[in-house]
């Protein structure tokens, strides 16, 4: 099948390309193979001894590669004279049995030494597993996640990791020369280890680029264009895969959710204003990338009277009277242009609400990049932060991860999250606070050493005259099946719409051995392989978009998403979905409709006031004329 290559000329091609929903990284015209998963069958802890009942469960989903590691410890149990193939042997029959490719992933070292810091012993681990599984095991990726290795010499840790891509590379090749070498997946590609790969020249020792990303699916366009400008930067262009992207659904004491339901309308209390009689404004404005709503914060809305949804530019003219209550973005990013709106909103009186993190960290800028800014526009809201990793924190020994946390004094509810190393403590402090403000601790963290404070309300009674309710957490709030299903298909159509070849759900069973741990439930089956919602969403997606089908091409207009493919079929299929409000849709078409939603149930449905949400319907037509109106 035709491979076409997308000539990357310039950035500004990149940008436009943005908006279009073009690939730009060299792709098939058909899919091809585009659907894996991955699955931890090669661990004997885990889902080695169920394998069979994995795979079958890929077969029904009709999932045709799985990615598993191949640990040293593993095959290497006493050295060298003890190499032992049986589990990755084992592992490997069922796969070929049940028509299932392998993608293994090399370890990062023996256990004890980075792979770079044993390199002879590293290529003979590597030299034994090709040469064993020649021509049986086609592809091999070259360590998972080097880029999150935890080291004093993290600006080294690229130019590391490319100097063993090159050696496992030319011992591959030399083994097996048939075999093809996949980056090992990158968490993410804002960091330098890219670059850094890139500055030795680690750029041509792989055939396959390859990375992951956890973040929201619409999000992930920014991720590609960003890795398309580093390959325009150092010259070189290859396919990608994405090989993690994925949802955790952990039952969890308290969510996001509780802050706005619970601890936001007692604080609005507090300033002598009722949720049930207040207008929330919230800022989603997807065209300027600020999609601050998640899929579940519609329900914890309805604490308040009624919601309106704005975009960035009618933040200057927003009355604090008229919307006295105000999300401008769900986290850390923010464009530098439209911060004095809202601190002139905040002047004349408005309440401010930031569910998490520091808000205004980053300067959410159009080519992707997440741009530092100084803590200079916090200090205009008054707003005051202490970051573990500062050298002030370290004197003051204020821990990365609090080792306790409780609702502050006089709180009356119940209220904290699970701190982490992914979920570290930003610490809110009153160093910016001007004569007539107020701090009031809502939730207080620390240790032995430290006491400092993680959600509070500013109360400002200065030159600036509203109020600002806020948390640090970090998490994404409530982690619901219906939120990991209905964004499975999206991940995957947003992914092969800008070029990605293959894409690797994470995962298939959750262990569920924590009921907070993130990692015990990223499954889109449970431990009794019972399915989840994600799990028919993705039977329903490898159906309305099989293996052949015509690679999706994305539009996106007044908010509304629009996915279109041909299948093998011939018939024609486009997925709508908005991540926002609800939006009624008029379509037309001179063809015959089928109308399925991201579970594969088939609705009753007519051209006329068809209702989108954040889970994919899917329309099926005889004819390729069909388009919408914003009804």
């Given at each position: 099948m035709m491979i076409t290559r997308l000539l990357i000329v310039s950035l500004l091609l990149i940008g436009a390309i943005r908006t279009s929903g073009q690939p730009v990284f060299p792709c098939s015209t058909h899919l091809q193979d585009a659907y894996g998963i991955c699955s931890h069958i090669t661990r004997e802890?885990?889902?080695?001894?169920?394998?069979?009942?994995?795979?079958?469960?890929?077969?029904?989903?009709?999932?045709?590669?799985?990615?598993?590691?191949?640990?040293?410890?593993?095959?290497?149990?006493?050295?060298?004279?003890?190499?032992?193939?049986?589990?990755?042997?084992?592992?490997?029959?069922?796969?070929?049995?049940?028509?299932?490719?392998?993608l293994p992933i090399l370890d990062r070292g023996n256990g004890l030494?980075?792979?770079?810091?044993?390199?002879?012993?590293?290529?003979?681990?590597?030299?034994?597993?090709?040469?064993?599984?020649?021509?049986?095991?086609?592809?091999?990726?070259?360590?998972?996640?080097?880029?999150?290795?935890?080291?004093?010499?993290?600006?080294?840790?690229?130019?590391?990791?490319?100097?063993?891509?090159?050696?496992?590379?030319?011992?591959?090749?030399?083994?097996?020369?048939?075999?093809?070498?996949?980056?090992?997946?990158?968490?993410?590609?804002?960091?330098?280890?890219?670059?850094?790969?890139?500055?030795?020249?680690?750029q041509n020792f792989f055939d396959i680029m390859n990375f992951h990303s956890y973040s929201a699916p619409e999000e992930l366009i920014n991720s590609f264009c960003h890795l398309a400008e580093i390959m325009h930067k150092y010259d070189w262009s290859k396919p990608v895969w994405l090989t993690e992207t994925g949802y955790a659904t952990p039952p969890q004491s308290s969510n996001q959710g509780d802050f706005l339901q619970k601890v936001v309308p007692i604080m609005l209390r507090k300033i002598g204003k009722n949720a049930s009689l207040c207008t929330l404004g919230v800022v989603y404005d997807e065209e300027n990338h600020i999609p601050s709503v998640t899929e579940d914060m519609p329900i914890d809305f309805k604490v308040f009277k009624s919601v309106q949804y704005l975009n960035l530019k009618e933040l200057k003219n927003l009355s604090a009277l008229k919307?006295?209550?105000?999300?401008?973005?769900?986290?850390e990013f923010f464009p530098e242009e439209y911060v004095?709106?809202?601190?002139?909103?905040?002047?004349?009186?408005?309440?401010?609400?930031?569910?998490?993190?520091?808000?205004f960290y980053y300067d959410h800028v159009q080519n992707g990049q997440m741009s530092h800014r100084g803590a200079d526009h916090q200090a205009r809201l008054h707003l005051g932060f202490l970051y573990w990793w500062n050298d002030e924190a370290k004197k003051l020994g204020a821990?990365?991860?609090?080792?306790?946390?409780?609702?502050?004094?006089?709180?009356?509810?119940?209220?904290?999250?699970?701190?982490?190393?992914?979920?570290?403590?930003?610490?809110?402090?009153?160093?910016?606070?001007?004569?007539?403000?107020?701090?009031?601790?809502?939730?207080?963290?620390?240790?032995d050493h430290y006491k400092g404070c993680v959600a509070a309300l500013y109360k400002l009674r200065s030159d600036l005259r509203g109020n600002i309710i806020i948390q640090t957490r970090l998490d994404q709030g409530l982690r619901s099946e219906s939120v990991q299903a209905k964004r499975l298909a999206r991940a995957f159509l947003i992914s092969f719409a800008y070029g990605i070849d293959r894409v690797f759900w994470y995962n298939l069973r959750a262990l569920e051995n924590s009921q907070t741990d993130w990692e015990a439930h990223y499954g889109i089956l449970h431990k009794d392989f019972a399915?989840?919602?994600?799990?028919?969403?993705?039977?329903t997606l490898t159906e309305m978009c099989p293996d052949g089908s015509l690679r999706p091409k994305l539009s996106f207009n007044n908010n509304v998403y629009q996915a279109d493919w041909q299948r093998p079929d011939g018939s024609f299929v486009s997925a709508f979905w908005t991540t926002g409000p609800e939006i009624v849709i008029n379509i037309f078409t001179s063809g015959r409709l089928k109308f399925f939603n991201y579970l594969g149930q088939c609705g009753?449905?007519?051209?006329?006031?068809?209702?989108?949400?954040?889970?994919?319907?899917?329309?099926?037509?005889?004819?390729?004329?069909?388009?919408?109106?914003?009804k």
């Open positions: 802890a885990t889902d080695f001894n169920v394998r069979e009942k994995d795979l079958s469960k890929m077969n029904d989903a009709r999932i045709g590669w799985v990615r598993s590691d191949f640990d040293w410890h593993t095959v290497m149990k006493n050295g060298d004279a003890g190499v032992d193939f049986s589990v990755f042997d084992a592992t490997l029959r069922s796969c070929e049995q049940k028509g299932v490719h392998l030494h980075l792979a770079w810091e044993v390199p002879d012993n590293y290529l003979k681990y590597v030299h034994l597993l090709v040469e064993h599984y020649k021509e049986r095991i086609t592809h091999w990726e070259v360590i998972n996640e080097a880029n999150l290795i935890r080291t004093d010499h993290k600006e080294e840790l690229g130019q590391n990791y490319a100097d063993i891509l090159k050696t496992s590379y030319q011992e591959i090749k030399h083994t097996d020369p048939s075999a093809t070498i996949v980056y090992g997946g990158q968490s993410e590609v804002y960091d330098h280890f890219l670059e850094g790969v890139c500055s030795k020249g680690g919307v006295p209550v105000l999300i401008c973005s769900y986290g004095d709106d809202v601190v002139n909103y905040v002047r004349h009186g408005g309440t401010l609400v930031c569910p998490q993190g520091v808000p821990p990365e991860v609090p080792e306790w946390h409780h609702v502050a004094t006089g709180m009356p509810f119940d209220y904290g999250w699970n701190f982490s190393k992914e979920n570290a403590s930003r610490y809110l402090t009153n160093r910016n606070l001007k004569d007539g403000d107020e701090m009031i601790p809502i939730v207080e963290a620390g240790n399915p989840k919602p994600a799990f028919l969403a993705y039977q009753n449905l007519k051209k006329d006031n068809v209702k989108l949400g954040n889970g994919v319907l899917y329309v099926v037509s005889d004819k390729k004329d069909l388009n919408f109106k914003i």
